[in-house]
């Protein structure tokens, strides 16, 4: 049986119907049902409103983000798939591109969505006000990781204006994000760069896999930039082997690796958001590049360098706190792994940095938990040397088109890149790895 989410709209009057899973509000007094706690208000009506087309995503992306967070997927059949109907307030365009909005979400997040539609008034209570005359030239998503940090500084040192839009649900990332935009601020000045940094809370939800948080990011950032005009364009600094994310084993096919910026959904979103009267573009400017790669071109090494390690990759960041560390990264996620390969191949990487240095010994390889990322790594690593076919076989490359076979060569080199990238820094660092797994000596 799906469960069935109603998101309300701000002050909306009408009663959800009967037989709802849940009912999901935006904090508002006096509401039944769970509250989104945020600060949304921060956003600006001035220099001009968002657009009904810009509420209406944002709407959307709320309401899949609390939906993706609300329902475990340990409750569904397959301990995964979800069967999810969510009750939206929208437009009338909007709803006849719900059909197209689902498909996008069921490759996002794996999941089976339905989205049903509903008029009403859509009047999310926005009050910020932009009384400067300082316009962005670009609005960039900041999530306080590497690829964002450095992302910011190739465009400041470029001599671009921007405007940084960071999201945070817990108080950890907060000051990553505020303490690395403080640094930004301070060395280029309030003529080149500010900072909005929004907080959309869902602690009642226990899923923690969020597969569509970057849904939820890009309307944020969209409403945002649209406030300045529409075509005040939207970056996503994401290097494209993180935004392609090959599956590293057979068992991470489809959504059981993330898609968050993937090509194809990113390419989705775009369409969508054309053939509903949004003209913003929506830009990746990394999208063939490895993170190492990403982060050797940068435009200010030494500021880069300087703020590397205040910046945070990982995907278990509180891992540190159970372990009796303040914060920090753990050193045995994917995103761990591969950040430290990056940074090696500047010669930056340092194993004690991190939690667990997960190159040293083979304590980790063998840890049922925290060798899960590391063995799959080294495996598809094997792979790739014995069978490359195999690793691009598990690629979704998206829909054929006039530029394909351009798109097909690209992505492939950055396969290549990508895979040379961490051999280069098993080989250096984790020789004994490499013998075990790939049987090098």
């Given amino acids: 049986m799906p469960d069935h989410l109603y998101l309300r709209a701000p002050g909306e009057k009408r009663r959800p119907p009967p037989g709802m899973t849940a009912v999901i509000h935006l904090d508002e007094p006096g509401r039944g049902g769970y509250p989104l706690h945020h600060n949304l208000e921060k956003l600006f009506i001035h220099p001009s409103p968002p657009s009904p087309a810009v509420t209406a995503f944002l709407l959307a992306a709320l309401g899949v983000w609390a939906g993706d967070k609300l329902l475990p997927r340990s409750a569904a059949a397959d301990a995964w798939t979800r069967e999810i109907v969510l009750h939206l307030p929208t437009t009338p365009k909007w709803a006849g591109l719900f059909p197209r909005l689902t498909q996008a979400l069921n490759f996002l997040s794996g999941d089976l969505w339905t989205l049903k539609a509903r008029e009403s008034p859509l009047n999310p209570g926005f009050t910020g006000r932009w009384e400067q005359s300082w316009r962005p030239d670009a609005a960039a998503l900041f999530s306080g990781g590497l690829d964002s940090l450095a992302g910011a500084v190739d465009q400041l040192e ?23 935009a403080a640094v930004l601020m301070n060395h280029y000045g309030p003529d080149q760069v500010h900072h909005l940094n929004l907080r959309v809370q869902f602690p009642e939800a226990p899923e923690l896999t969020l597969r569509s948080r970057s849904l939820l990011y890009l309307a944020l950032g969209l409403s945002a930039a649209s406030s300045f005009g529409p075509e005040t364009p939207l970056l996503i600094p994401e290097n494209g082997w993180v935004s392609l994310n090959p599956p590293l084993t057979p068992n991470r096919l489809g959504s059981y ?23 913003n573009p929506l830009i990746n ?17 030494e500021l880069l360098g300087k703020l590397a390690s205040q910046s945070s990759s990982c ?46 010994g083979n304590d980790t390889l063998k840890h049922r938990v925290r060798g899960r990322d590391l063995r799959a790594l080294l495996l598809a690593l094997k792979t790739w040397e014995e069978a490359p076919q195999e690793v691009e076989a598990r690629l979704h490359w998206g829909e054929p088109g006039a530029d394909a076979s351009g798109k097909y060569a690209a992505t492939r080199q950055l396969l290549a890149s990508g895979f040379q990238e961490i051999d280069r820094f098993f080989q250096d660092k984790g020789p004994h790895l490499l013998e075990a797994y790939l049987g090098r000596q």
């Fill in 158 to 180: 470029g001599g671009k204006r921007l405007l940084l839009l960071s999201h945070h649900d817990y108080g950890q990332l907060a000051a990553v994000q505020q303490n690395l």
């Fill in 257 to 279: 690796t993330t898609r968050t910026t993937h090509p194809y959904f990113l390419e989705q979103i775009t369409r969508l958001w054309r053939d509903a009267g949004i003209k």
């Fill in 285 to 301: 400017p990394y999208q063939y590049l490895t993170k190492g790669e990403l982060l050797g071109r940068c435009q200010n090494p």
């Fill in 315 to 360: 995907a278990r960041p509180v891992a540190s706190r159970w372990r009796g560390r303040g914060g920090g990264e753990c050193g045995y996620c994917y995103p761990c792994l591969l950040r430290r390969a990056a940074l090696h191949r500047l010669g930056r990487d340092r194993g004690e940095d991190y939690l667990l240095d997960a190159l040293s």
